[in-house]
T-cell receptor, first 114, second 112 residues
């Protein structure tokens, strides 16, 4: 049983560019959440997708957008990259959006913005 | 606004010691609390999940307790091993929302 998979594992971009990160949830999970983790910090919630809609959003600007596909996989898009967007981006999946179930995390995508 | 604090920020112990990691949160209206382990540059591995109605959970050498009224949780690691070296993160789920609010973590180093 595959867990949460993310791609790519590492990415280098320059300021102003756009990036797309991908996530496939654990088998049987229908909810995907994205988190940003800066060096030395705990992860910060970006947004959550359920039934192909954004259900919740953290305190992140509109440059951060996402999508969920019918097979429950998800993408995170970041436009007009800033140096401060350099971080580990984590995807987590669960059964349902309510927060009662345990979250399972992928290994993350390390984004470096130069 | 919910805030999660973890103390200490870093801890170094010799192999075989029992140790306690602390987590506190400001709003007691939580659904559950999770402890995670994170190895350098890697994702998070869930260790224990405690629902708001529970007092503790155990898995192997790990025991986590929850005192919701005081806004505190502890993670107890028995007979520590060098393989336990990692950063341990505490996170709470608040109200009816599904997002986790994390502390900054405790970086644990177990010396052989």
């Amino acid at each position: 049983d595959a867990g949460v998979t993310q791609s790519p594992t590492h990415l280098i971009k320059t300021r102003g560019q756009q990036v797309t990160l991908r996530c496939s949830p654990k088998s049987g999970h229908d909810t995907v959440s994205w988190y940003q983790q800066a060096l030395g910090q705990g992860p910060q919630f970006i947004f959550q997708y359920y039934e192909e809609e954004e259900r919740q959003r953290g305190n992140f600007p509109d440059r951060f957008s996402g999508h969920q596909f019918p097979n429950y996989s998800s993408e995170l898009n970041v436009n007009a990259l800033l140096l401060g967007d350099s971080a580990l981006y984590l995807c987590a999946s669960s059964r349902g959006p309510g927060g009662v179930e345990k979250l399972f995390f992928g290994s993350g995508t390390q984004l470096s913005v130069l | 606004k919910q805030e999660v604090t973890q103390i200490p920020a870093a801890l170094s112990v010799p192999e075989g010691e029992n140790l306690v990691l602390n987590c506190s949160f400001t709003d007691s209206a939580i659904y559950n609390l999770q402890w995670f382990r994170q190895d350098p540059g890697k994702g998070l591995t869930s260790l224990l999940l405690i629902q708001s109605s529970q007092r503790e959970q155990t898995s192997g050498r790990l025991n986590a307790s929850l005192d919701k009224s005081s806004g505190r949780s502890t993670l107890y690691i028995a007979a520590s091993q060098p393989g336990d070296s990692a950063t341990y993160l505490c996170a709470v789920t608040g109200g009816s929302q599904g997002n986790l609010i994390f502390g900054k973590g405790t970086k644990l180093s177990v010396k052989p």
